[in-house]
DNA sequence: GAGCATATACTCAAATTTGAATACCACTCA
DNA sequence: TGAGTGGTATTCAAATTTGAGTATATGCTC
């Protein structure tokens, strides 16, 4: 998660002090598509001030007082640069969908059936409600966002409806206990194990 | 990326040392769906080890010496307490599907289009090459493992085809340059704009 | 048989992320 | 009137990840 390009790429629009970043992100529903913290956002802040990819273009103290002044930033010559590289290693990275509940599944089967029949059903369910979240984002939204940001809603909803079809598969072999299957290997799984190590695996 | 959940995983299969655990990820072609480097496996497993979760079970000198020992660990009773804890944690997780050019979409229109045009024809070869590897591992291994990682590696399959998917869409909007609009607001998305501020986010 | 890649088996400093805490103001609700 | 909740705006220590480096053995080619 490159905060440097999102807060970079914030930047190139107009200037903005780093609380007004995270508003941003939240108010153009992003959060949902990228994990984000602010403790990351104001160390990457300061980071890109260092080296000079941005700088400070106002420090507004909010009447009132005692609360810490807002430093508003701006995009330097360096940053648009330093944008453009960042843009293209985005591109770059062996990037392929992830999936938190990955992880899960080659467990599960030393886990406790009832909780994870339980643990998959919450997730279908967030799963619908962000579906119909993000549909009515794309709704209000999709005409007027820059192309990018709705393909990317766009795209986030695809996945989501893949998530939901995975899930429901899974529920289903929880629910008739397929899914725990494996524990053992039979010596003809044992031979057949044999031969799948041999699989070429491309370095991920 | 919960590491501790992958070793504590893999030990409750059976003894292992750190090495082994990485060839495991690999010969089981786990790398694919998510990354892991060296340093954090062996990070985690000293962290396991500190907090009693998994125990040195032998330590073997390999012949030829001057190579560092392995040390074999085995998981404890209060590692797979904590195994089943991590398991339902992980499960728990706000979880939803992620792509790494998710975060370059909202910023490809400041971007040089015939670049994002190659870049997103790069990543649409590796998509589909990585979708025959892995239907070519299901095959092999598909009736043999154990259910949850044949549906992990089930599931990473219809992923990728629906990132195919969506990668040939934006393929198709990078060539008619409809990808790169949205520089300026008119008036009325302005209005829009401000209308979909109101819009409720759920906080992820 | 010299050179070179590849596999084994880690180690470590530096970069980054996480999660919690801080402090202040404005609002409501009883 | 004061107690609690939520928004603004950030800081910081601790946890974790990253990326590069180390050192040896083994196999392969020219």
Not at 111 to 140: F, S, Y
């Given at each position: 998660?490159?905060?440097?390009?999102?807060?970079?790429?914030?930047?190139?629009?107009?200037?903005?002090?780093?609380?007004?970043?995270?508003?941003?992100?939240?108010?153009?529903?992003w959060n949902e598509c990228f994990k984000l913290r602010d403790?990351?956002?104001?160390?990457?802040?300061?980071?890109?001030?260092?080296?000079?990819?941005?700088?400070?273009?106002?420090?507004?103290?909010?009447?009132?007082?005692?609360?810490?002044?807002?430093?508003?930033?701006?995009?330097?010559?360096?940053?648009?640069?330093?944008?453009?590289?960042?843009?293209?290693?985005?591109?770059?990275?062996?990037?392929?969908?992830?999936?938190?509940?990955?992880?899960?599944?080659?467990?599960?089967?030393?886990?406790?059936?009832?909780?994870?029949?339980?643990?998959?059903?919450?997730?279908?369910?967030?799963?619908?409600?962000?579906?119909?979240?993000?549909?009515?984002?794309?709704?209000?939204?999709?005409?007027?966002?820059?192309?990018?940001?709705?393909?990317?809603?766009?795209?986030?909803?695809?996945?989501?409806?893949?998530?939901?079809?995975?899930?429901?598969?899974?529920?289903?072999?929880?629910?008739?206990?397929?899914?725990?299957?494996?524990?053992?290997?039979?010596?003809?799984?044992?031979?057949?194990?044999?031969?799948?190590?041999?699989?070429?695996?491309?370095?991920?």
């Open positions: 998660m490159s905060m440097r390009l999102l807060i970079l790429g914030l930047l190139m629009e107009h200037e903005r002090h780093p609380y007004e970043i995270r508003q941003t992100i939240k108010d153009r529903n403790g990351s956002l104001y160390y990457a802040v300061d980071q890109l001030r260092e080296d000079g990819l941005i700088e400070a273009a106002e420090v507004v103290s909010v009447p009132g007082e005692n609360r810490p002044d807002k430093t508003i930033y701006r995009i330097t010559d360096a940053g648009r640069n330093a944008f453009q590289e960042l843009l293209v290693a985005q591109f770059k990275q062996v990037s392929y969908p992830q999936h938190p509940m990955f992880l899960t599944m080659p467990f599960v089967r030393h886990g406790d059936p009832k909780t994870v029949e339980n643990m998959i059903l919450k997730q279908l369910g967030a799963c619908e409600h962000r579906i119909e979240r993000m549909h009515a984002v794309l709704e209000l939204k999709g005409s007027f966002l820059p192309r990018g940001s709705a393909l990317m809603i766009q795209g986030f909803i695809l996945f989501s409806e893949t998530e939901k079809e995975w899930l429901t598969t899974l529920l289903e072999e929880a629910r008739s206990g397929k899914l725990f299957e494996g524990h053992k290997l039979t010596p003809a799984q044992l031979e057949a194990y044999l031969k799948y190590k041999q699989l070429p695996t491309d370095d991920v």
